[in-house]
């Protein structure tokens, strides 16, 4: 189809909705070079102020899906699942669900990310495995999906390119926080895997990007919406991120707790509840489940038994790690120069955390980015972080800072102990972890 792209932007800026093959024909141009970034930045404002129906949500995620590689698994015998995180702190919910969904019959070939602001990412915890790799061919990646059931990359520069492109031009003109182009950002890249179900954890809270209930509800909503109207089977969690979701903060540390969850050292909290949730959600919508009850039960047996943590092995082995990870977490992940507790002023129990400062504060002792090229130390963070309602005293710290210079984990300390209020005598109410499910109804697919 021609187009003429000063005309689709006329149409939107003025409350029109574009067809199905008018987004089609503008993404491809972006794509191709066709048309021009001042365009792209003028139909984006106009996205921003004007909205976009299911419909052309759908189209649009849809056309920037195809822009590329949509990978296929035809050959493979079971359904290919995956799981999107919002992002948070403490967040290490896939490196126990991918091979936990694996060990229960699922290929998970997952398309995860690296820290974006004060959020940890995917990409940068298994980066401290020596010998990792994040950037597969494509051969070895699909020969990890088909023997350990399970790969964890990075995004390959064929998938979904057209959302690159758009993402660097909103980021630049102030459209970043559109409702329908976040939309189709997260999903053009998931749906690119070539999945038949997808789960999505959509946090919110103090470490969240979307801060308030309203805001993480009207995302879930449209994501499943979409989602589903492109033909993945999605629902999605609405998870609390007033507190970090493990006890740890800082790549390498959130691995070791990934590796004490997949051999049994971890078998509760709240880490534990999200991801069984999680994956209930997944072997239900991928038929392997009668209802996402029933597959917490299949996942949770998948992980008591071990059968999780051989998929990780695999996983962790077949793309460059170490063999011997899961035995010898000591040996590969090593300790920070120094390691030290860092206590209250006075006893009391945690009745709040500015978890987002957390994030930030494992930023500036080196384990996160302040600019793209920024090199991320991997062993310094925060480990044993209270959370809400644990009482603290002299005895129990707030936690154990990881840090490379002497200097860094002072500011570490003073800082840590601001971002926690505690009060006297009595605990707060607990908080629930996981407050709503989203699922699309029938009528609106």
């Not at 792209?5 to 093959?21: F, H, N, S």
């Not at 880490?271 to 009850?293: F, H, I, K, N, R």
């Not at 002023?345 to 080196?366: C, H, K, N, Y």
């Not at 710290?397 to 840090?403: D, K």
Request: glycine content about 10%.
């Amino acid at each position: 189809m021609n187009i003429i792209p000063q005309e689709i932007i006329r149409k939107k800026r003025d409350g029109g909705v574009l067809t199905g093959a008018e987004i089609k024909a503008f993404v491809a141009g972006l794509t191709s070079g066709a048309v021009r970034n001042e365009q792209v930045s003028a139909l984006a404002m106009a996205i921003f102020f004007r909205g976009m129906t299911l419909e052309e949500r759908v189209a649009l995620t849809l056309a920037m899906r195809d822009s590329g590689s949509v990978l296929a698994w035809q050959d493979f015998d079971g359904p290919v699942v995956d799981k999107h995180s919002t992002g948070g702190i403490g967040d290490t919910v896939s490196l126990m669900l991918a091979p936990a969904l694996a060990a229960c019959g699922c290929f998970v070939p997952m398309i995860s990310g690296r820290g974006l602001g004060h959020t940890g990412g995917t990409l940068d915890k298994l980066e401290s495995i020596p010998g990792y790799r994040t950037d597969p061919d494509m051969a070895l990646f699909r020969r990890v999906v088909a023997e350990a059931g399970c790969a964890i990359i990075g995004q390959t520069d064929d998938l979904a390119p057209a959302d690159r492109k758009f993402y660097a031009i909103r980021d630049i003109t102030g459209t970043v926080e559109s409702l329908d182009l976040i939309t189709a950002s997260i999903l053009s890249k998931k749906l690119a895997a070539g999945l038949d179900a997808l789960v999505l954890d959509v946090k919110c809270g103090t470490g969240a990007f979307m801060a308030t209930p309203d805001e993480a509800r009207a995302l879930a909503e449209s994501l499943v919406l979409v989602a589903n109207g492109a033909g993945t089977r999605t629902t999605a969690l609405l998870t609390d991120m007033n507190q970090p979701l493990a006890d740890a903060a800082g790549n390498a540390l959130e691995v070791r707790v990934a590796v004490e969850f997949l051999t049994g050292k971890i078998a509760s909290g709240r880490l534990y509840d999200v991801t069984l949730a999680l994956g209930g959600e997944a072997l239900a919508a991928s038929d392997l489940a009668d209802d996402p009850q029933t597959g917490q039960r299949l996942l949770a047996d998948s992980l008591s038994s071990g059968r999780a943590a051989e998929r990780f092995a695999k996983m962790v082995a077949g793309l460059g790690g170490p063999t011997d990870l899961l035995e010898r977490p000591e040996a590969h992940l090593a300790a920070a120069d120094i390691v030290r507790p860092v206590f209250a002023q006075a006893p009391g129990f945690v009745a709040a955390i500015d978890t987002r400062q957390i994030g930030v504060a494992v930023i500036e002792l080196g384990g996160g980015r302040l600019a793209v090229s920024d090199r991320i130390d991997p062993f310094v963070g925060f480990s044993h972080l209270a959370g809400i309602g644990e009482a603290v005293d002299g005895e129990r710290p707030i936690a154990i800072v990881h840090a490379r210079y002497e200097a860094d984990a002072a500011r570490a300390e003073a800082r840590l102990r601001a971002l926690y209020t505690l009060q006297p005598q009595t605990a707060p109410a607990p908080q629930a972890v996981i407050f709503d499910r989203i699922a699309a109804k029938p009528d609106t697919i």
